[in-house]
């Protein structure tokens, strides 16, 4: 939940080379700079760039429903089952690349407008809408969003895949 999504996302990019050097690595998660990673205890370090990439790498992780920034809170979108297929492509194309997985967020997080206490918390989201300024504006709140969110994400479309996978072995 520390690590932004665009941290996560610039430590994806980072090189072979790169993920072995730990100053390169613990600045790149915690978005220190070097000079200020230099400094840090190496036990320090090595602990927290352990702890953190093995969180990051973590597939078992639960998929957080709700996201509350500032005033607004984003539900996941909860008819997934019932998307249309622009937003099915939108999502499939925003997956391909660590530059644009803060938009898988931005295409499935959207703003609460309705909810059922009574009915279990249910509730309903704004309709997606890939050319609006709402889209453009949920693609910077998800770039600052803790990468938990994504990594819960992958972590339920890879377990689905594996279980419809595993009803046609």
């Not at 093995?54 to 597939?59: E, H, V, Y």
């Amino acid at each position: 939940m520390e690590v932004p999504m665009e941290r996560y996302q610039e430590f994806q990019k980072l090189t072979d080379d790169q993920r072995f050097d730990f100053i390169e690595l613990f600045s790149c998660l915690t978005g220190c700079t070097k000079e200020e990673a230099r400094l840090v205890k190496a036990t320090d370090v090595r602990r927290s760039v352990t702890a953190l990439i093995s969180a990051l790498n973590d597939s078992d992780v639960e998929l957080i429903e709700r996201y509350t920034y500032g005033s607004v809170t984003y539900g996941m979108e909860p008819q997934l089952d019932e998307i249309n297929f622009a937003m099915m492509a939108d999502v499939c194309t925003a997956f391909e690349t660590p530059e644009t997985w803060h938009k898988v967020l931005a295409i499935l997080y959207r703003p609460i407008v309705r909810e059922h206490k009574a009915l279990g918390g249910m509730y309903a989201i704004e309709p997606h809408h890939a050319d609006s300024d709402q889209y453009a504006d949920r693609q910077e709140v998800f770039k600052k969003a803790p990468a938990a969110l994504f990594v819960g994400v992958r972590s339920f479309f890879l377990r689905g895949s594996m279980a419809f996978i595993n009803c046609y072995i």
